[in-house]
Nanobody
Framework: QVQLVESGGGLVQPGGSLRLSCAVS????????MSWYRQAPGKQRELVAS????????NYADSVKGRFTISRDNTKNIVALHMDSLNSDDTATYFC????????????WGRGTQVTVSP
């Protein structure tokens, strides 16, 4: 059974930092491109950052470039999102996502972790 379990969310002050983790089980992580998405109340889910299966390439939403860093450790089955200089616009539920590199119809989602940026 595939499981993506996010952790590390919480309440942080503006300007602060958080590190989200996604623990992956039930699939071969090295065969999957991984992403972090977020969804704020009343808004559509949006792509925040993505990383290829080997970790050689990353992409970021314009709104988080220079502040967020996505990383992965295929040996530990972990994908992380380090977030700096957080502001209120970053308040959302953050979801981990996996997509198979060959069979792209195969995808999995975590249940999300809440990040709240507030004084």
């Amino acid at each position: 059974q595939v499981q993506l379990v996010e952790s590390g969310g919480g309440l942080v002050q503006p300007g602060g930092s958080l590190r989200l983790s996604c623990a992956v089980s039930g699939l071969i992580l090295s065969a999957h491109d991984m992403s972090w998405y977020r969804q704020a109340p009343g808004k559509q889910r949006e792509l925040v950052a993505s990383i290829t299966s080997t970790g050689n390439s990353t992409n970021y939403a314009d709104s988080v470039k220079g502040r967020f860093t996505i990383s992965r450790d295929n040996t530990k089955n972990i994908v992380a999102l380090h977030m700096d200089s957080l502001n209120s616009d970053d308040t959302a539920t953050y979801f981990c996502h996996a997509r198979h590199i060959s069979y792209t119809i195969l995808e999995s989602w975590g249940r999300g972790t809440q990040v709240t940026v507030s004084p």
